[in-house]
């Protein structure tokens, strides 16, 4: 059969744009052609699309008349907007983590710290409820960035749990590394959190998605998160911490660590650290304890290849794995991180949907699910870990 040709178009062009562009080189589901991408700095735009030889766009409205599915790849502010805007004009969306939030009131004195966490989850389910319903009036879909859905681990587990009807009943996962580099991250108007958000949305969108899948496997019907208790703190803020340089800093009015503990409908459990405080590269990991097997999912670092050098000068120009502070001694390398995040895979995933309709197994009601969650989590975190309901949307 000939592959049926989907036209995609970037909006961003900071590190998703990038690690996006090199997932779709690995897209063999479809005939994907790269229109080219648009961001507003123009600079860093053309540095992006020159290097990759692509169309640099003059404005969003241009690129959206020019492609079938957008990526969204830009900081989590903008997500709504440009979502909302691109499923008006019947266009798919791949929509990065996390997929919306609450940025603030847009006043110049706007104090992540201090805000009303109560407003802050109304206005977020409101977000929510309006990108859900633009994508009822479309003709496009909302596929959610959430790579850990697609890491081959995560899909292996999936497979468990069909074949064999397990009951999940307790997971337990991390994501935390020294400290994310975007110049956006660390104003909560921008990011719409810290740690919580910024990297608990990834494990915990893992456990969210593992109780879907059981559900649908069992009785026809996911199984959706009932409660959280959680508890966030801004460590490298504190005037105690003691600064030997090796961990990022300059978080504004955000969290740099966050626990999570989500109760599901059927009374199972998840338990989900986050933060900004952990050396030795990113620490991205779940294990989940079932009825009938246990699995340990080491999405990063993992065991598939061990290197050692005296000297990190013999590694200066090999990438070894993401966010060590040091190539010297040993080293966990991640020969094909991308695969074992499973960006490639999503990537593939998405363009069957685009191409063929298949169904999308990281969907918006996955994404309503996790941001319904992680502010039902930063109230509960508001009131030093009350267990507080999650409202579940769509
Ligand atoms: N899945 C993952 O592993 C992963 C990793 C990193 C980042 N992300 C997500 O990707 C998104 C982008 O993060 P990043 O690290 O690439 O940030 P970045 O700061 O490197 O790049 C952001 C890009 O967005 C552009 N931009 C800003 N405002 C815009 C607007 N209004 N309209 C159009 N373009 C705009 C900027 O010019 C820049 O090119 C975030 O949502 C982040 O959470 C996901």
Redesign the pocket.
Known sequence: MEKKVVRAGI???????K?HYDALQRVFSTKVELVGA????SE??QA?TGERSLTAFGS?EELLESCDVLHV????V??EP?VVEALKRNKHVIV???FTGYFGDGSADFNGDTFSREKGLEETLQSISRMLAAEQQSEGVIMY???WVYAPAIQKEREMLEKTGAQILWMHGEESHSG??????GQWKL?GGGSMI?KGC?PLSAAIYLKHVEGRARNGKAIRPKTISARTHAITRMPTFQDEGHLRTTYKDIEDFAMLHVVFEDGTIADVFASELVLGGVHNWIEVNTSNHRTICNINPNTAMQAYTPSEAYFKDVYVVEKTETKQGWSSISPDEGWF?GYQHEMDAFYRTAAYGEPVESNSSLAADVIATIYAGYVSAERTGAEVPITIIG
């Open positions: 909006v961003g062009s900071g590190f998703a744009a690690f648009y961001s507003p700095s860093r735009l992006f969003l790849c830009t900081p989590p903008t997500h440009i990065e983590k996390p960035a959430e790579n994310s580099h975007s110049l956006a991250y990011s910024g990834h995040a």
